[in-house]
């Protein structure tokens, strides 16, 4: 067999690989978002202010990391795509520059800064 074709058959396999764990990688922050929010919500009213304070700041670094995975497999991405070379199929630029992978990055970020907002308004010393 051709040394370059068994070459193209690995990285189309690996580029499949990638795909299922990036969309498992984006299908987890909703998942824990939920499990976060559903936690602070229950516990908000109980009393105490600081359990639902860690329990979003335990949210924070969960989307810090979620973020940060997601990150990384985007580079992973980019370097498939430029192993592939021409042997990629072409896409269009997305409009405006808004890729998945960026959404993907997004989101966490704008989840941990609910979760912000939402632990300043829990704190006893600060009245809006």
Known sequence: M???KISQDKLADLWINYSQQMWGAIYATPTI????FAGWYIIKDKGSWFLPVMVLALGCVLMLMQFLVVRRMGQYGKAMKKAMG???PYVDKPRFGITGTLIAQIIPMIIMLT?????IEALP???F
């Open 2 to 4: 051709d040394e370059d």
């Open 33 to 36: 978002a939920a499990g976060v």
């Open 86 to 88: 021409t042997n990629f």
């Open 115 to 119: 979760y912000v907002f939402l632990m």
């Open 125 to 127: 010393f600060i009245n």
